[in-house]
């Protein structure tokens, strides 16, 4: 290289990266400095594009817009009120259960909190003599077994209590030679579907416990649950 022309090149003192362009005889002239990790690599592989801008690109400079914010989340009193299908932060399930009794008896029953130990409230003294058949072994060790026959996480009490009287007429829980149900009362030939026609009144809630054949409605208290 001529001397006048390094010299002329050293007076722009140029940095990595910052290349210096001029035009000469109608053609365009770069000059640039390499780092020392673009001097080693091998010139023949280095390719280098002039692509001049299209006449047809444009720039497109962006307007400032108001800030557009989400809706505010609204919290009202009702938000913040528990929700009745939970207690104790569990998810309720109400449920209705066949326990079936060593004496091969079974007993329906409902429970509107969907308990896992929670096992039943029949009459004692039906259970208790019916027990008094069983041989000694069988009184000392012995098992009940307990059935999940409907639920639902969205059944009101009204449905929860027709969905056990239902249950009660279809299994003959109230037939004293099957179950230990004493109500509805046992009527011969009436099973689950008839049971909202044949003999529907009889599901009367202030119904008195001392009447015959009534039994009184499961009251489930914090410790059974």
């Known amino acids: 290289m001529a001397s006048t022309l390094a010299e002329e090149i050293a007076r722009l003192h140029l940095e990595p990266g910052h290349p210096y362009r001029l035009r000469v005889d109608d053609k365009e002239i770069e000059v640039r400095v390499l780092s020392e990790e673009q001097a080693e690599e091998d010139p023949d592989r280095l390719i280098f594009l002039n692509v001049p801008p ?10 400032p817009v108001p800030l557009r914010l989400p809706a505010p989340i609204i919290i009202t009193e009702d938000d913040l009120k528990p929700d ?8 309720i399930v109400r449920q209705i259960y066949k326990i079936t009794y060593p ?7 409902k429970d ?21 058949s069983l041989s000694e072994l ?42 230990y149900n004493r109500w509805p009362k046992f009527r011969q030939g009436v099973t689950g579907a008839e049971a909202s026609i044949v003999g529907g009144p009889q599901i009367v809630f202030g119904a008195s416990a001392s009447d ?3 039994e009184p409605p499961e009251v489930l208290t914090d410790d059974e649950t």
């Open 103 to 109: 004496t091969g008896k079974i007993y329906i029953g």
């Open 84 to 91: 009745p299908r939970e207690s104790n932060g569990v998810r």
């Open 112 to 132: 509107p909190f969907g308990s896992a130990r929670y096992m039943g409230s029949p009459n004692r003294a039906l259970v208790n003599a019916d027990f008094e």
């Open 54 to 63: 299209s006449p047809n690109s444009r720039i497109i400079k962006p307007k």
């Open 138 to 179: 069988q009184r000392r060790n012995y098992s009940l077994h307990k059935e999940i026959l409907w639920q639902s996480a969205t059944a009101t009490e009204a449905e929860l209590a027709a969905k056990e009287v239902e249950c009660i007429r279809s299994y003959r829980s109230n037939d004293p030679s099957i179950g």
């Open 212 to 214: 015959p054949g009534v």
